[in-house]
């Protein structure tokens, strides 16, 4: 029998959705433990050193904190029904989705959350923070204390009232019909079979924009399939696929990978090109290399969405997903980043992937340094 494992979570976080869905589809045995603010003094921050759900508690008592980490160590134990293609074009791709899935859908995620009407449940979510045991009245007094200042991260990520109506008209116009498409004509991303990129999907998808009441109804309405995919993937304990034969890339997914491409992948260079400005002033003094923590913002820059330009924050932890594609793309020879080409190409991501980072972001002690 499986040893069983702990998962610290909460139902309406985004990437708690990402790593509980994938424990449940490699038949992982867990325990859930809500993660209150009690959990979070007495478990969380003495067995992690960071605030940040969710986590996961083996049976060898390691705490294991950041879903794309969870995820990789948890393959290494549990290879069977792995997330990760074999082939190249395909690992590469579902390595970008989960870039854009875990970074750039974040953005209507938020929105949605905090700019329609999804109260009092969203507050009663918070509430839960304190106990889930309270009643629903109290709760939402209670959670609209600690979800009110989430509202505080929307300029952030660059959601302002000059940017909304041009990330709904992407979300709904553009990203919700493409992914809908696909999705009547395949199970998942790649094929039966989920891959890394449908877990990136699946936590903004899910945690905020399915089960949230203003944007459940719209993805309903837009978007059946993709509402049928989010039950699909909520428990895919049972699915026994396979990802598409020849390394196949669909037609369909090329409007997505082309957006990411345009629209967010400036705002990866950008940030990483500050980022290694910024190590560089930072450690000018050092007499000897060490490890750098990296700061959670490093100030501003310009993005665009649709024809609207506005500001956001630098957020130096996405270079961190921003080297997992790369670095994989990096390693291929000469011949095998020749095959990719033309898929490449065709989603205006061929020069994007000749980027070269200065200095590489890695994990110390749950933090994300450079060293």
Not at 211 to 238: C, H
Not at 287 to 298: A, D, F, N, S
Request: charged share 20%; with cysteine; proline share 7%.
């Amino acid at each position: 029998m499986m040893a069983t494992y702990t998962f610290f979570g909460m139902e309406f976080s985004l990437y708690s959705g990402k790593a509980r869905a994938y424990l449940r589809y490699k038949n992982i045995p867990f325990e859930e433990v809500t993660a209150t603010v009690s959990v979070y003094k007495k478990i969380i921050i003495p067995a992690t050193g960071v605030k940040f759900i969710p986590v996961v508690k083996t049976p060898y008592n390691k705490y294991l904190q950041d879903t794309s980490h969870i995820i990789d160590c948890l393959e290494v134990k549990h290879p069977e029904k792995s997330v990760y293609p074999t082939t190249n074009k395909q690992r590469l791709v579902s390595l970008l989705l989960e870039l854009y899935g875990d970074e750039w859908l974040l953005i209507p995620a938020m929105h949605y959350r905090w700019n329609h009407d999804n109260f009092p449940f969203i507050y009663q979510e918070f509430g839960n923070i304190i106990s889930p045991k309270l009643p629903k009245f109290i709760r939402a007094f209670l959670g609209k204390k600690i979800g009110s200042p989430f509202r505080s991260m929307l300029p952030t990520l660059g959601i302002s009232n000059k940017t909304i109506p041009a990330i709904e008209k992407w979300y709904e116009q553009e990203f919700l019909p493409s992914l809908d498409l696909h999705l009547s004509k395949y199970p998942f991303l790649l094929g039966s079979a989920p891959c890394i990129g449908d877990f990136g999907f699946f936590g903004p998808l899910y945690a905020h924009l399915h089960r949230d009441p203003y944007s459940g109804q719209l993805m309903q309405k837009i978007a059946p399939n993709v509402t049928a995919w989010v039950e699909r993937m909520k428990d895919a304990s049972s699915v026994q696929g396979e990802f598409l034969e020849n390394d196949k890339i669909p037609e369909t997914l090329i409007p997505i990978l082309t957006n990411l491409f345009d629209v967010q992948w400036p705002v990866l260079e950008d940030t990483a090109n500050e980022l290694s400005t910024w190590y560089a002033k930072e450690t000018q003094h050092y007499h000897q290399q060490q490890p750098t923590e990296i700061p959670r913002k490093l100030g501003t820059h310009q993005f665009t969405i649709g024809d609207v330009k506005e500001q956001r924050s630098r957020l130096p932890y996405a270079q961190w997903m921003m080297q997992r594609p790369l670095n994989l793309y990096h390693s291929f020879s000469a011949k095998e980043q020749q095959e990719i080409e033309p898929l490449l190409k065709k989603i205006n991501g061929l020069s994007a992937m000749s980027f070269d980072i200065e200095n590489q972001v890695t994990r110390l002690n749950n933090k994300f340094v450079i060293e």
